[in-house]
């Protein structure tokens, strides 16, 4: 976990603690989909280059320890992670 990445012109070891919330905070995160939900997760991390090192997924909020490289914009990576898991969980 203390491993440090490189780009082309840059070293860099950025993590955030992020919690994000269900709409009306619904306990949906249960049974299978919360099984399911920590590979997609992991999975569209990966295709901003970002990785999960940790994650919690409670009944109702998502906390993750995510590393995302200085290129991507916290925001831009999280939206993207809750916008395509939607698509999941319906």
């Not at 399911?36 to 295709?47: N, P, S, T, Y």
């Amino acid at each position: 976990m203390d491993t440090l990445a490189s780009l082309n012109h840059s070293v860099w070891d950025c993590k955030y603690h992020v919690v994000f919330i269900p709409k009306c905070r619904r306990r949906t995160l249960y049974g299978e989909l919360r099984r399911h939900l920590g590979e997609v997760f992991r999975q569209l991390a990966l295709q901003k280059e970002s990785r999960i090192d940790e994650g919690h997924l409670l009944l109702d909020h998502v906390h993750m320890l995510i590393a995302i490289p200085p290129k991507y914009a916290v925001a831009q990576v999280v939206g993207f992670i809750k916008g395509k898991c939607a698509f999941h969980g319906s």
